[in-house]
């Protein structure tokens, strides 16, 4: 591929390689999960909307927030697009991302965090940015999208950013997700 890197295209294969083993095993789990007790439906959501949080190794300092910004929303267009899966809002903090996604019901977080890491760390050139994990939680019926939303959204303004969580510029809303 003219007018790419040897570094870059090891890394997409690395990518590619780590997605194919991610949707082998999403799919052994998803096999075992059609099995389940029908009880579990209480538990298991057809289409859940997912609040993630992952960070970067050691907290060190993203790059450049507005490079990962624009890659969280590129990534993010095209998941809609290509998966079905839509990034309602986010927060990109100097160390951390929060994000609320759904997928339809064929969605792997993991494979989609995976990637979205991936994407955001070849924009950022910084292949080893972000911390291997990551924190998820379903929203439950109980749970109030928009109070955990204004509680991420406040994250600058606690961390002394900003005066006013509007004020921040690393922040947005892909799509409208509703949690119900």
């Not at 160390?95 to 977080?109: E, I, Q, S, T, Y």
């Not at 991420?152 to 949690?179: F, H, S």
């Amino acid at each position: 591929m003219a007018g790419v890197s040897p570094a870059r295209l090891r890394l997409w294969r690395h990518a590619y390689r780590v997605q194919v083993a991610a949707d082998t095993a999403a799919s052994t789990v998803e096999g075992m999960i059609k099995d389940r007790p029908r009880r579990l439906d209480l538990v298991y959501i057809n289409q859940p909307l997912y609040f993630v949080t992952f960070a970067t190794r050691d907290r060190k300092r993203v790059p450049s927030l507005h490079r990962a910004q624009l890659a969280l929303e590129q990534y993010t267009c095209c998941a809609i697009a290509k998966f079905n899966v839509a990034l309602g809002r986010y927060v990109i903090m100097p160390d951390h991302v929060h994000l609320f996604v759904r997928g339809d019901p064929n969605f792997v977080l993991s494979s989609w965090t995976g990637g979205l890491k991936r994407a955001m760390s070849v924009a950022l050139e910084s292949p080893r940015l972000w911390q291997p994990v990551f924190f998820d939680h379903i929203l439950r019926s109980d749970e109030s999208y928009a109070e955990k939303w204004n509680y991420v959204r406040d994250n600058p303004v606690r961390a002394g950013l900003v005066k006013a969580a509007e004020d921040w510029p690393y922040q947005g809303e892909i799509v409208v997700i509703d949690r119900a």
